[in-house]
């Protein structure tokens, strides 16, 4: 029972494509957020309601908390951040919900999540500073180090999926265990657990996925001291 | 723990579709409702400020208008002070101008009546002066002075010019009188006699004078004849002198 509970079962199979469970709540994820979207953008107005007052909130926050690390370009970088966390937080409560299970216990998500991660550091580096400039930043401060940044690039993205993913499905195991040894409503604790690392998880997978994107754009930016 | 490729690239779909429903339905109406807001708050403070600057060129307006006036008032206040200062001085010359005339006409009134006061004392002394003298010579008449006087009279009479002698006569050719010889005393006949004599001859007439009494006269005579008078007596005299010193 254990072992499937932590399978990922496959609900659809179109020859090659097969379509999990997680792939199925990730569109529904998806749903929840445009029709939740889509009832903000009809109703939006100059003197915001509760809903929209929450939203901007939340908008203005994540744009200000990139604009801490990115100041010159968080406009241009928000809306990739700002949707992996609000799909990360949204994802990660997701297991909380009985009979459900939260898309990031599955390495596939989390790694497609990672693998973005990787290919938009190189393209806003690249949009931004060029392709010369951008792979430059390879070879400094010694192109010594073109392998160990080579090797960087590689080992970051796969700690970025594994890392969410571990964490995700050890919460889930960890409840199933407890709801197993210990009986109903044993695993109460450990889901108020399950809420914090949810939230902590989506800033941490978030906040990495914006330093390394701040830091694809700003390899050739020197610090004023070292200009003058 | 398995990789599922099609899982892989299905969730990588499924980002960039929620990416792009997060872009168009979420951040960037979001995005423009800031702007706008932004834009109105602006715009408010900006007018706030037009407002802020216009209340102050109306205040700056307001304390210049304020200055002006205030100089107009002080410019006004000094003309005025200017002009009753000027009256006032207007009103002391001509309080003095008619104290001045009503001093001199005081004066000229209160030398009016001292002058008259003193014609009036003069008057009186002159009146007691012609009653003393009348009484003094009511006390000292007697038919010695009327002789004297009859003696002038004669004595006048011869001597008389030309023009009053044809004066004289032509009185007495007009007939309008007699010849009357007034006196105090009964005349000596001698006297009586040449008094006569004298007037027909400087009259021209050959009636004889009638002669009567006039104790009024004191001492002397009085001759008429028509609208000539010669008075020779003390009463003529004194009254003559009265009258002399009056018209002086």
Redesign the interface.
Known sequence: MAAADLQ?APVIELG?????S??VT??V??AV??LC??L??RR???Q?GPF?TA??GV??TITDAIAEVAPDHAQRI???I??LW??LVIANLTGLIPGAHS?TR????T???A??VFLSTHWFGIRIQGLGNYLRHYLRPSPVLLPFHLISEVTRTIALAVRL?GNM?SLEMAALLILLVAGFLAPVPILMLHIIEALVQAYIFGMLALIYVAGGIQSQQRPESEKE | MELSWSTFVLEIVNFLVLLWILQHFLYRPIAEVIARRKAGIDKVREDAQALHAEAQQLKQQYENRLADWNAERQQARAVLERELEAQRRAGLEANRSALEQEREKTRVVEASRQAEARRALQETALAQGAQFATRLLEAAAGAETQSGLVELVIAGLSQLSAERVAAIRQSAESGTGDLVVLSALPLLPEQRDRLQQALLSVAGVSTPPRFELREDLLAGVRITLGPWVLGCNLRDELAGMAALRHAQ
């Open positions: 990922i090659p494509l097969v379509i999990t997680t792939v990730t569109w994820i998806i957020i445009w979207c889509w903000l953008a939006i107005a100059l915001p929209q939203a901007e908008v203005t928000m809306p990739f700002a949707s609000i799909y898309p599955d390495l596939s998500a790694a497609a999540l693998f973005l993913f499905m």
